[in-house]
């Protein structure tokens, strides 16, 4: 156990205490208006339940349905085919894997983060520049490309997809865990020449989004349960961190949008 | 055919720190302002689902919509310019009160020796200390000058600090005390004493603690929340231009703000602007707005576009270095930095402030001797914790995979073991860095994108490896067992974001012929145009430039009331 954690569970009572005080103190210190408006947009809010802010509803487990857990009616694909699904799921594991520390990016839901994300302004680059001409450029010039992010994982996937059938006589999903980092190196290292699209330009992309899918709010369809969270001590969205950010390392439990939603 | 307005006063484009400080002085004074931003409103409120790191801080949620309008970047002349289609190097503000409202509220003033550089180096090192390519100039005005204007932004802001030991003079101490110093903090402040260096708090706009300024305008204290940077306050604690001047500029009754107004042109007519042109972004219809007095307060890129492409002023010609729009394009080099890996301390790395943490300049500006070095200035050394969120802060040590099982496994290990030591390095100009034009791709009303032409030099190669060794001897001290620092500075590239402190293209001087406007940001060539910004600084400090903003737009509201009153150039 790390010697300067506050306590093992115990942490995230103690927070919880401080936290309370500090939004007492919060309230009194934003007592004040300007010309009659009230400072803070988030004070109304807080006014309104003060003292039940960690009063939450148990947990509701936002996994797969299992026989007692209800059903997380998130889990629908937006945009992959199934088939696609099935090798980002496999693909993300590979970056972030379950091990002793944790869940990996399969059981955080990072493979319907990516495919809620590409369905929407994201994987259009909705506000991105993608006026012509498009010309090749320097690498200090970054993406160059015409095609929208949607597009470059349908052509990557179908072409990891591709490259394991002839390398491994096999679909992606079903190598082993070895041969899929194996194919995931080719692909980040360019050896995979690709005349559409960079290879490593798509890695850069699968690996990028995994990391959102496994530490984004939950909101998004990844992180599950906070799950990405609690393994890294982050504490999610707190009001405030007044009563700990001059003392040592502390375990706050994590809270969510979500919950910031419904407990205000 | 375009609609016109009945004239006004003053118009004012963009109203961020700059427009909303202009609009507050000269509205409080009787003076009829309109105020034309192309964004949309803000306010506090909006903020209540703002601890989101994937919208706010990921997929740039308050930045300006790159489909829109962006800029262009070539490393030379001689490579053709693309366009930046994401973000990454730097982030551009939209909306009400633009960058002021997602910065850190970081609060540093320049020092004495940024404002008068060029004569301050030869003084001391010789005329061969500068480079010939290097076209740093004296900005006309000095530190003492400026430093009642800077005073009046601190009081404005709140701003929470202590004495810097190597900084310019201050009338007035520091409004209110320095924010709370976390354990990292504390163990920079003892390395940096232990080595005779000269640590202070940093200048925050994330107030210590209640603060009512001289308008009236109360703000809570800091709630150390770690959602600063990129995004909005949601306790309206972070100093932005939505909180503090625009309601007072708002209350005079003389403040019209319109939203959604994106200026095109500045109509002008033998010397002299007539108005704006501007258009309703939604209905699309042109309009007219006649003025007396036209302040540009956008954006660097913005206001030198603007000018460009209304053909007010001389433009920069990089072959000869006559003409001044354009002129002197400066960045900063942020990457001299170090990172410490700590085995047996952990941090409580997840809560922060924007303006949360602890310097030294010691190795900024001319506090230290160049005599047997290859670059002038330097820059402020910094230990922050500003809040290190989980998408983007998965720092490991040098030499771990950058994914799989290593990675995961490491990444959560040092997620809150790491400290980092970082560096604003000053940019110095040189003649073939500037804006101009793009010859090619368009904005959304077809009106040419800004191109930068820039690159790093060894003067920037030099300074930053310098000051990365400096982070890592006090990382070392503060008892790291690994430190990554800088070795070598690559190239610049647009793609990894570095700092939004671009400054230049409409600078400030002493002298028509290398400047373009005098030191109460009036245009030379036209003298009821007020162009105000980071633009007019003629190359970049070693700090945050928004404290020095804030100083020479107040200095320019001043001067809009004299310009009113007698008419002409005020220098």
């Not at chain 1, 609690?230 to 009563?243: C, E, F, K, V």
């Not at chain 2, 640590?199 to 009236?216: K, W």
């Not at chain 2, 270095?321 to 960045?331: P, S």
Request: proline share 4%.
């Amino acid at each position: 156990m790390d010697k300067d954690k506050s306590g093992d569970n115990g942490g995230g009572t103690n927070e919880r205490e401080a936290d309370g005080q500090s939004r007492r103190r919060f309230l009194i210190n934003t007592g004040y208006a300007i010309g009659g408006v009230v400072v803070g947009g988030a004070l109304g809010s807080l006014l309104s339940t003060k003292g039940k802010v960690k009063a939450k509803e148990p947990k509701q487990p936002a996994g797969t349905a299992g026989a007692a857990e209800p059903k997380n009616y998130n889990r629908g694909l937006m945009f992959f085919t199934q088939e696609q699904y099935r090798i980002v799921e496999a693909a993300t594991e590979r970056i972030f894997p379950e091990d002793a520390t944790g869940p990996g990016a399969k059981s955080l839901g990072v493979a319907f983060f990516i495919d809620h994300q590409l369905a929407g302004e994201w994987g259009f680059n909705g506000r991105d520049y993608m006026s012509a001409p498009f010309f090749t450029g320097e690498k200090t010039q970054g993406y160059q490309g015409r095609l929208k992010r949607r597009e470059v994982f349908e052509i990557g996937l179908r072409e990891m997809e591709n490259y394991s059938l002839t390398k491994h006589q096999n679909s992606f999903a079903k190598l082993s865990g070895e041969q899929q980092d194996e194919v995931l190196k080719a692909f980040e290292s360019d050896e995979v020449q690709l005349t559409t699209i960079s290879a490593s330009g798509f890695f850069k992309t699968l690996r990028s989004s995994t990391l959102e899918g496994v530490y984004a709010d939950p909101l998004y369809g990844g992180n599950m349960d906070m799950k990405g969270w609690t393994m890294r001590n982050y504490p999610g969205n707190q009001m405030s961190y007044t009563a700990v950010i001059d003392k040592d390392f502390t375990v706050i439990e994590p809270s969510s949008l979500q919950d910031h939603l419904v407990g205000h | 055919m375009a609609k016109t307005l009945p004239k006004t006063d003053v118009v004012i484009v963009g109203v961020g720190w700059a427009g909303g400080i202009i609009a507050a002085e000269l509205t409080k004074k009787g003076v009829n302002v309109v105020g034309l931003e192309r964004g949309k409103d803000r306010k506090t409120e909006d903020y209540f689902m703002v601890h989101d790191e994937l919208r706010y801080s990921i997929r740039y949620e308050m930045m300006q919509d790159l489909s829109k309008e962006t800029i262009t970047f070539r490393s030379n002349e001689n490579i053709r310019a693309l366009p930046m289609r994401q973000y990454g190097s730097f982030l551009l503000g939209d909306g009400l009160g633009g960058s002021g409202v997602h910065w850190n509220g970081q609060i540093y003033r320049f020092l004495p020796y940024d404002f008068e550089i060029r004569s301050k180096t030869i003084e001391r090192y010789g005329k061969n200390k500068i480079p010939p390519e290097m076209t740093i100039q004296d900005w006309g005005i000095t530190y003492d000058e400026l430093e009642p204007y800077y005073d009046t932004f601190d009081k404005l802001t709140g701003v929470s600090g202590e004495e810097n030991p190597l900084g310019g003079k201050r009338t007035n101490p520091y409004p209110t005390p320095p924010m709370k110093k976390t354990p990292s903090m504390q163990m920079f402040a003892d390395a940096a004493t232990k080595m005779k260096l000269h640590p202070y708090m940093m200048p925050s706009g994330n107030l210590s603690e209640t603060y009512t300024n001289p308008d009236g305008i109360t703000r809570a204290a800091c709630q150390y929340c770690g959602y600063c940077e990129r995004f909005g306050c949601e306790f309206g604690a972070k100093a932005d231009p939505v909180v503090t001047v625009i309601p007072v500029a708002n209350k005079t009754g003389k403040f019209e703000l319109r939203t959604h107004s994106n200026v095109r042109r500045v109509l002008h007519k033998g010397g002299k602007a007539t108005g704006v042109m501007y258009v309703d972004v939604t209905t699309g219809e042109e309009i007219i707005q006649p003025a007396d007095i036209v302040v540009l307060t956008s954006y660097v890129f913005n206001n030198t576009r603007l000018l460009l492409m209304s053909d007010l002023g001389k433009k920069y010609d990089p072959a000869s270095g006559n003409g001044v729009i354009g002129k002197n394009y400066a960045y900063q080099v942020v990457k001299g930095s170090a990172i410490g890996f700590f085995e047996n301390k952990q941090f409580n790395n997840f809560a922060g402030a924007g303006a949360l943490g602890i310097s030294i300049d010691d190795y900024n500006g001319d506090n230290f001797d160049h005599s047997d070095l290859k670059f002038i200035h330097g820059g402020v050394i910094t230990l922050s914790q500003t809040g290190a969120r989980p998408i983007a802060s998965n720092t490991v040590p040098s030499g771990t995979a950058t994914w799989g099982a290593e990675f995961k496994k490491q990444s959560i290990h040092y997620a809150n073991r790491t400290a980092a030591i970082g560096t604003q390095g000053s940019s110095m100009a040189f003649k073939h860095h500037y804006l101009d034009l793009d010859p090619t791709y368009k904005d959304a009303f077809g009106d040419p994108l800004m191109r930068i032409t820039f690159d790093f030099e060894d003067q920037d190669r030099e300074l930053a490896v310098f000051l990365a060794s400096r982070c890592s001897d006090i990382m070392k001290e503060m008892g790291a067992d690994k430190i990554d620092y800088l070795k070598e500075l690559a190239p610049y590239e647009i793609t990894a974001y570095q700092s939004t402190h671009n400054t230049g293209g409409v600078i400030m001087g002493a002298d028509p012929g290398t400047s373009a406007v005098n030191t109460f940001s009036q245009m030379w060539d036209a003298d009821n145009v007020f162009v105000v910004g980071a633009s007019s600084f003629p190359q970049n400090g070693g700090y945050n430039p928004t404290s020095t903003l804030g100083a020479l737009a107040y200095r320019t509201a001043e001067g809009i009331m004299k310009y009113r009153e007698k008419g002409g150039l005020l220098v």
